[in-house]
């Protein structure tokens, strides 16, 4: 049997209709007038919620941009410092092995030896062996590389 209320109704409102729906008459009418003042009611109130909702919206707008932005830019930094610790670990992994930061050097010859790590392990020979890059990061990429390159040939000689 098909709900004779198919709109969402409370307890009481539903019981309220069922009653004078087998009285009959203008108990009915009555109590479905009331019932369609309380839809209206709730329709009116839902209308001024989502007109306040929207004008929040407009009014927080160049805020939540700016948090969506701030959002993004926290993502961005995170996935970068997954692949920094990514590196050191490559380079310090091995027993023995190990990493070195160095400071930047202002007075260097080009930007390219500005900034330096110093590896020392099984991949460098047990030598220390400095890698340069523009940035202390980019140094770092270039010796978990060497570092890499090493294991993955040593892998498959064996």
């Not at 590389?145 to 498959?156: F, I, V």
Request: proline residues 3%; negative net charge.
């Amino acid at each position: 049997m098909s709900d004779p209320f198919p709109l969402m109704l409370n307890d009481d409102d539903r019981l309220e209709l069922e009653m004078a729906s087998a009285r009959g008459g203008n108990d009915w009418q009555e109590a479905t007038e009331q019932y369609a003042c309380h839809l209206l009611h709730d329709a009116c109130q839902a209308a001024r919620l989502k007109a306040e909702l929207a004008e929040c919206r407009q009014y927080h707008a160049p805020r939540i941009a700016e948090l969506e932005r701030l959002n993004l830019e926290a993502q961005h930094r995170i996935a970068d410092l997954c692949v920094i610790v990514g590196d050191i670990e490559q380079c310090r992994s091995v027993e023995a092995d190990s990493i070195t930061i160095l400071c930047d050097n202002p007075e260097a010859d080009s930007i390219e030896t500005q900034s330096a790590v110093e590896a020392n392990g099984d991949y460098t020979g047990y030598e220390d062996q400095r890698f340069y890059g523009r940035t202390w990061q980019e140094a770092l990429r270039k010796a978990a590389a060497c570092s890499q390159r090493h294991y993955s040939d040593h892998e498959q000689h064996e």
